[in-house]
């Protein structure tokens, strides 16, 4: 069974750099996308974007100029890096997995998030 | 961008009653393969959120038969046959087409 622990400083000083992993236990992360979204308190949630394991990536365009994601095969595990904060980056993060389903007649595989970590909660603050 | 736009952003239900969230999107999630590029997820209070329905209308690994989606063009629905309790929470749909758009959520409770 596949699981997915996000871990990372719950305070962030604005201007400086937030950074969080999400630890997949249960299965390789190789083969599959994985993903990034928030929820800030009170609204809905945001996709940040995600990473296919071989390390390209699918950034969020509101925050791609911010925004670093990162794989680590011998740990397991991904990142996010997102730079110079600010109060509307408090959130709690989730990292979730993209599981591949075959379209039929095609090459390629749709994906939907289907395993999802607990969240972590996220502060920027001085 | 692709904007979503869901309504009611409210609903009160009726256990053992149906229920219907309407998604809309500013341009067609029709891709060139045929298949439309939505799906809709549920956050149940004090959980993280979960998937329902990928392409339209294809229900996830698990997801009980009461629900149910479809749609085109635009205009996409989801339909809960017969709300349980369990059922409570915030319901999104989200376009995949160009990178991934949430829509602002639907709260379904209680009455």
């Known amino acids: 069974q596949v699981q997915l622990q996000e871990s990372g400083p719950g305070l962030v000083t604005p201007s400086e750099t937030l950074s969080l992993t999400c630890t997949v236990s249960g299965d390789s992360i190789s083969g599959y996308h994985w993903s990034w979204v928030r929820r800030p308190p009170g609204k809905g949630l945001e996709w940040i974007g995600y990473i296919h394991y071989s390390g390209n990536t699918r950034y969020s365009p509101s925050l791609q100029s911010r925004l670093t994601m990162s794989v680590d095969m011998a740990n397991n595990r991904y990142s996010l890096r997102l730079s110079s904060v600010t109060a509307a980056d408090t959130a709690v993060y989730y990292c979730?997995?993209?599981?591949?389903?075959?379209?039929?007649?095609?090459?390629?595989?749709?994906?939907?998030?289907?395993?999802w970590g607990k969240g972590t909660t996220v502060t920027v603050s001085s | 961008d692709i904007v979503m736009t869901q309504s009611p952003l409210s609903l009160p239900v009726t256990p053992g009653e149906p229920a219907s969230i309407s998604c809309r999107s500013s341009?067609?999630?029709?891709?060139?393969?045929?298949?439309?590029?939505l799906d809709w997820y549920l956050q149940k209070p004090g959980q993280s959120p979960q998937a329902l329905i990928y392409?339209?209308?294809n229900r996830a690994s698990g997801v009980p038969d009461r629900f149910s989606a479809s749609g085109s063009g635009t205009d996409f629905t989801l339909k809960i046959n017969r709300v349980e309790a369990e059922d409570v929470g915030v319901y999104y749909c989200?376009?995949?087409?160009?990178?991934?758009?949430f829509g602002q959520g639907t709260k379904v409770e209680i009455k």
């Open positions: 989200m376009q995949t087409l160009q990178g991934r758009t």
């Open positions: 392409m339209a209308s």
């Open positions: 341009q067609s999630l029709l891709h060139s393969n045929g298949y439309y590029y």
């Open positions: 979730a997995r993209l599981l591949h389903n075959p379209i039929p007649g095609q090459y390629y595989n749709y994906h939907y998030m289907d395993v």
